[in-house]
T-cell receptor, first 114, second 113 residues
Framework: DAGVTQSPTHLIKTRGQQVTLRCSPK?????VSWYQQALGQGPQFIFQ???????QRGNFPDRFSGHQFPNYSSELNVNALLLGDSALYLC?????????????FGPGTRLTVL | AQSVTQLGSHVSVSEGALVLLRCNYS??????LFWYVQYPNQGLQLLLK??????LVKGINGFEAEFKKSETSFHLTKPSAHMSDAAEYFC???????????FGSGTRLQVQP
């Protein structure tokens, strides 16, 4: 059983560009959360998707948007990239049932904005 | 709103020594609490979780943590450190309303031979 997978592994963009990151959840999980981890810091919650809708959102600007597909996979889009968007972006999946509290993380996508 | 504080950004121990990583939480109700480990250039791996059952929680790789409501603490311990334990450790609490994890700033554990 594959765990949470993310693509690409690394990405380099320039300021002002747009980027799309992808995540496939663990089998049996229907909820996907995205986190941003800046260098030397703990992950920060961006938003969460369930039933193809954004269910919750952290303190991130509208430049950060997402999508969830019928197969539960998800995308994170960031527009008008800033240098400060350079970070490791982590995707986490969880089930919606009794074990909803346990989130499994993917390996992350390292985004560098030049 | 829930917050999680990790005391000590860096902890260094000798191989075979006790590991103690500190975490305090702030919440009006007993939360769900977690410890995650992150190895260089990797994602987060769950070590253990507290979900209001037993206050002493055992996890993988010989780690355990004790939930102390009176101290609002959830410290992580391991009796004997191994070189392979060198990594970044994050304490996190789950905001059950948002179903989102709130992380501490992390503690980097170094294990000296």
């Amino acid at each position: 059983d594959a765990g949470v997978t993310q693509s690409p592994t690394h990405l380099i963009k320039t300021r002002g560009q747009q980027v799309t990151l992808r995540c496939s959840p663990k089998s049996g999980h229907d909820t996907v959360s995205w986190y941003q981890q800046a260098l030397g810091q703990g992950p920060q919650f961006i938003f969460q998707y369930y039933e193809e809708e954004e269910r919750q959102r952290g303190n991130f600007p509208d430049r950060f948007s997402g999508h969830q597909f019928p197969n539960y996979s998800s995308e994170l889009n960031v527009n008008a990239l800033l240098l400060g968007d350079s970070a490791l972006y982590l995707c986490a999946s969880s089930p919606s049932g009794a074990n909803y509290n346990e989130q499994f993380f993917g390996p992350g996508t390292r985004l560098t904005v030049l | 709103a829930q917050s999680v504080t990790q005391l000590g950004s860096h902890v260094s121990v000798s191989e075979g020594a006790l590991v103690l990583l500190r975490c305090n939480y702030s919440s009006s109700v007993p939360p769900y609490l977690f410890w995650y480990v992150q190895y260089p250039n990797q994602g987060l791996q769950l070590l253990l979780k507290y979900t209001s059952a037993a206050t002493l929680v055992k996890g993988i790789n010989g780690f355990e943590a004790e939930f102390k409501k009176s101290e609002t603490s959830f410290h992580l311990t391991k009796p004997s450190a191994h070189m392979s334990d060198a990594a970044e450790y994050f304490c996190a609490g789950l905001d059950t309303g948002r179903r989102a994890l709130t992380f501490g700033s992390g503690t980097r554990l170094q294990v000296q031979p």
